[in-house]
């Protein structure tokens, strides 16, 4: 099993910055090939905000190019993410999601982020 677990999320005004961090424990940590995060607003899905792939590339939604940027600490089985320039509409919670070698998806319970205007 994979457990995950979010921080960093809070209250900030726009254009102001926030460091997610997303902890990856449990006894088959070994096997995930791709991390990464997803965000879900009021009334809407679920989205890819970025995401390490099992090709060890990244990837970021359109809205938040130029803007946040995915790490992560192997070592500390850490994945961040640094979000700068923040608008009232990336107010969501954030989710951390992992995905195994064997195609198992897990999720994080979640950091809500609230950008006012």
């Known amino acids: 099993q994979v457990q995950l677990v979010e921080s960093g999320g809070g209250l900030v005004q726009a254009g102001g910055s926030l460091r997610l961090s997303c902890a990856a424990s449990?006894?088959?940590?070994?096997?995930?090939?791709?991390m990464g995060w997803y965000r879900q607003a009021p009334g809407k899905q679920r989205e890819l905000v970025a995401s390490?792939?099992?090709?060890?590339?990244?990837d970021y939604a359109d809205p938040v190019k130029g803007r946040f940027t995915i790490s992560r600490d192997n070592a500390k089985n850490t994945v961040y993410l640094q979000m700068n320039s923040l608008k009232p509409e990336d107010t969501a919670v954030y989710y951390c999601?992992?995905?195994?070698?064997?195609?198992?998806?897990?999720w994080g319970q979640g950091t809500q982020v609230t950008v006012s205007s």
């Open positions: 999601n992992a995905i195994t070698t064997m195609k198992r998806s897990y």
């Open positions: 449990g006894s088959i940590i070994f096997s995930i090939n791709a």
């Open positions: 390490f792939t099992s090709g060890g590339s990244t």
